[in-house]
C-alpha cells in the first residue's frame, strides 16, 4: 500500500511512523508511506503555502495553488483517494480504517490555520475526516492515526498477532473485554477465576459478558448500532436488571 502524505511539517511523521508495527510494516514493503512538503509546491521565495482570508476574519487560509499542484504530481489519475483532515469532516471510524486498507493508494492532505481554500476542498478531496469534536494545530496527528490505524489492518502488518483484530474493541461493534496477564494475583487483585480454568466455552461466554457490559456503560450508544444474537440480547436485560 502507498499513503502520500501532503503536510507543511514532514518532519514530525518519522519519528512516529518509524516505530512498532507501522515501522515494521513500511521495513518489510507492507506500506509506503510518502511524505511531501507542501512548500516544495510554493513559487515564492519565501515558499507561502498561506494568505489572509479574503473578507477579512483572524487566521490565516491554505492557498490553493500548492495544494493544487502537489495532487497533480502525487496523483495524476485523480482516481485515487485524497483525505483532508479537518474538524468539519465526518468523525473517523474502524470501518474508515479496513475501508482505507483495502486501497492500493491514499492520498492524506493535512490541514493547518483556518484550513484549506475552499476550491481545493471541493475539488481535490474525495473524503474530510475528523478525529472528534476538538481542534488540533493541524492535520497531522490526526493523519497519523489513520494511518496507524490502517497500515495494522494490512495483511502480515500484524504477524502472528492478526487474530486478535476480531476482538478489538471497535472491529465487532462493541468494546473489549478486560484483559489480564500474570501474576495471577497482584496487590491482592486475582484474575478471574474462569480465565485460569482452560474451559475455552466458560471463557468465551465471560468475554462476551463483560465485552457487554462495558459497552453498555460506557459507549451504550455502540449498542444501537451492532446486530445482537438472541443470547446476547438476554445478557443485556440481565445487565440492565442490575443495574
Known amino acids: 500500500m502507498d499513503i502520500h502524505v501532503v503536510t507543511i511539517f514532514p518532519e514530525m511523521f518519522e519519528p512516529v511512523l518509524d516505530l512498532g508495527i507501522v515501522g515494521r510494516a513500511r521495513r518489510s514493503g507492507l506500506a509506503e508511506i510518502h511524505l511531501h512538503a507542501l512548500r516544495d509546491y510554493a513559487h515564492d521565495r519565501r515558499k507561502t503555502v ?29 482516481e485515487t483517494p485524497v ?64 494511518i496507524d490505524s490502517t497500515v495494522r489492518l494490512l495483511p502480515g502488518a500484524l504477524g502472528h498477532g492478526e487474530e486478535a483484530i476480531a476482538d478489538d474493541s471497535h472491529t465487532s461493534g462493541i468494546l ?17 477465576e474462569v480465565l485460569l480454568s482452560g474451559d475455552h466455552a466458560a471463557i468465551s461466554r465471560w468475554r462476551r459478558r463483560e ?11 455502540l449498542l444501537e448500532q451492532v446486530t445482537l444474537t438472541i443470547a446476547d440480547q438476554a445478557t443485556l436485560d440481565e445487565l440492565k436488571a442490575d443495574r
Open 50 to 78: 498561506d494568505d489572509s482570508p479574503f473578507g477579512g476574519g483572524p487566521g490565516m487560509v491554505m492557498r490553493p495553488e500548492p495544494l493544487f499542484e502537489a495532487l497533480e504530481t502525487i496523483a495524476p489519475d485523480n
Open 83 to 146: 483525505i483532508v483532515m479537518t474538524p468539519q469532516g465526518k468523525p473517523y471510524t474502524q470501518r474508515d480504517a479496513e475501508r482505507y486498507a483495502g486501497f492500493g493508494t491514499l492520498v492524506i492532505i493535512c490541514g493547518r490555520y483556518e484550513g484549506i481554500d475552499e476550491r481545493a476542498r471541493v475539488t481535490l478531496a474525495t473524503e474530510e475526516i475528523s478525529l472528534g469534536d476538538y481542534v488540533l494545530t493541524g492535520g497531522e496527528i490526526p493523519a497519523m492515526a489513520v
Open 176 to 192: 473489549q473485554y478486560p484483559q489480564y496477564t500474570r501474576p495471577a494475583t497482584y496487590r491482592g487483585v486475582s484474575v478471574p
Open 211 to 221: 465485552a457487554l457490559s462495558r459497552t453498555l456503560q460506557r459507549r451504550p450508544d
